[in-house]
Protein backbone atom coordinates (compact mmCIF):
# COMPACT_ATOMS: atom_id res chain seq x y z
CA UNK A 1 0.00 0.00 0.00
CA UNK A 2 1.27 3.43 -1.38
CA UNK A 3 0.37 6.54 0.00
CA UNK A 4 0.56 10.36 -1.38
CA UNK A 5 1.04 13.69 -0.24
CA UNK A 6 0.72 15.76 -3.64
CA UNK A 7 1.40 19.63 -3.83
CA UNK A 8 1.94 22.56 -5.66
CA UNK A 9 -0.96 22.37 -8.38
CA UNK A 10 -3.07 25.64 -9.21
CA UNK A 11 -3.72 28.63 -11.45
CA UNK A 12 -1.16 30.26 -13.35
CA UNK A 13 -0.88 32.73 -16.19
CA UNK A 14 1.14 31.38 -19.47
CA UNK A 15 4.73 31.87 -19.12
CA UNK A 16 4.45 31.07 -14.65
CA UNK A 17 5.94 28.78 -13.11
CA UNK A 18 5.18 26.28 -10.38
CA UNK A 19 6.82 23.49 -8.16
CA UNK A 20 4.45 20.19 -7.92
CA UNK A 21 5.86 17.86 -4.97
CA UNK A 22 4.88 14.28 -4.12
CA UNK A 23 5.95 12.21 -1.21
CA UNK A 24 5.00 8.62 -1.56
CA UNK A 25 4.98 7.01 1.77
CA UNK A 26 4.33 2.94 2.82
CA UNK A 27 5.90 0.04 1.16
CA UNK A 28 7.77 1.59 -1.61
CA UNK A 29 11.33 -0.10 -1.54
CA UNK A 30 11.33 -1.64 -4.35
CA UNK A 31 10.24 1.15 -6.43
CA UNK A 32 12.12 1.29 -9.47
CA UNK A 33 10.97 5.07 -10.41
CA UNK A 34 8.79 7.97 -9.84
CA UNK A 35 7.32 10.81 -11.87
CA UNK A 36 4.18 12.37 -12.86
CA UNK A 37 1.68 11.77 -15.74
CA UNK A 38 -1.36 13.96 -16.55
CA UNK A 39 -4.31 14.02 -17.92
CA UNK A 40 -6.02 16.85 -20.32
CA UNK A 41 -9.96 16.91 -20.45
CA UNK A 42 -10.80 14.79 -23.72
CA UNK A 43 -6.87 13.47 -24.10
CA UNK A 44 -5.05 10.02 -22.97
CA UNK A 45 -2.72 10.32 -20.54
CA UNK A 46 0.71 10.91 -21.30
CA UNK A 47 3.75 10.64 -19.05
CA UNK A 48 5.42 14.15 -18.53
CA UNK A 49 8.50 13.24 -16.50
CA UNK A 50 10.35 10.31 -14.53
CA UNK A 51 13.49 9.85 -12.21
CA UNK A 52 14.60 6.65 -11.52
CA UNK A 53 16.49 5.10 -8.79
CA UNK A 54 19.80 5.46 -10.41
CA UNK A 55 18.88 9.13 -10.57
CA UNK A 56 18.15 8.57 -14.38
CA UNK A 57 15.46 11.39 -16.41
CA UNK A 58 13.03 11.10 -18.78
CA UNK A 59 10.74 13.73 -20.53
CA UNK A 60 8.09 14.17 -22.83
CA UNK A 61 9.05 15.83 -25.68
CA UNK A 62 6.67 18.92 -25.48
CA UNK A 63 8.10 20.01 -21.50
CA UNK A 64 11.90 19.55 -22.47
CA UNK A 65 14.17 22.52 -21.65
CA UNK A 66 10.80 23.82 -19.47
CA UNK A 67 9.86 21.05 -16.72
CA UNK A 68 12.67 19.47 -14.63
CA UNK A 69 12.07 16.67 -12.22
CA UNK A 70 14.34 16.44 -9.14
CA UNK A 71 14.74 14.49 -5.95
CA UNK A 72 15.32 14.55 -2.61
CA UNK A 73 16.01 11.14 -1.29
CA UNK A 74 16.70 12.17 2.36
CA UNK A 75 12.87 13.55 2.28
CA UNK A 76 11.49 10.84 0.17
CA UNK A 77 10.14 13.50 -2.22
CA UNK A 78 10.30 13.86 -5.98
CA UNK A 79 9.42 17.92 -7.52
CA UNK A 80 8.51 18.88 -10.86
CA UNK A 81 9.65 22.58 -11.63
CA UNK A 82 7.66 23.94 -14.30
CA UNK A 83 8.39 26.93 -15.97
CA UNK A 84 7.66 28.66 -18.93
CA UNK A 85 4.18 27.23 -18.80
CA UNK A 86 1.33 26.91 -21.54
CA UNK A 87 -2.36 26.59 -22.12
CA UNK A 88 -1.70 23.11 -23.32
CA UNK A 89 0.50 22.26 -20.16
CA UNK A 90 -3.34 22.55 -18.18
CA UNK A 91 -4.24 19.00 -16.86
CA UNK A 92 -4.15 16.91 -13.76
CA UNK A 93 -0.89 15.38 -12.81
CA UNK A 94 -0.59 12.33 -11.47
CA UNK A 95 2.34 11.50 -9.22
CA UNK A 96 3.28 7.43 -10.17
CA UNK A 97 5.50 5.57 -8.15
CA UNK A 98 6.83 2.19 -10.45
CA UNK A 99 7.41 -1.00 -8.97
CA UNK A 100 8.63 -4.20 -11.20
CA UNK A 101 5.20 -5.20 -11.74
CA UNK A 102 2.75 -2.46 -11.32
CA UNK A 103 2.25 1.33 -10.77
CA UNK A 104 1.16 3.31 -7.67
CA UNK A 105 -0.84 6.17 -8.50
CA UNK A 106 -1.71 9.49 -6.33
CA UNK A 107 -5.03 11.19 -6.24
CA UNK A 108 -3.66 14.58 -8.91
CA UNK A 109 -3.37 17.68 -8.42
CA UNK A 110 -5.02 20.43 -11.07
CA UNK A 111 -2.82 22.69 -13.36
CA UNK A 112 -4.83 25.69 -15.02
CA UNK A 113 -2.57 27.77 -17.20
CA UNK A 114 -4.91 30.28 -18.40
CA UNK A 115 -5.01 34.44 -18.62
Known amino acids: QVQFVESGGGLVQPGGSLRLSCAPS????????MGWYRQAPGKQRELVASVTSGGSTDYADSVKGRFTIFRDSAKNTVYLQMNSLKPEDTAVYYC?????????WGQGTQVTVSS
Open 96 to 104: FVRFPMRDS
Open 26 to 33: GSIFTRTA
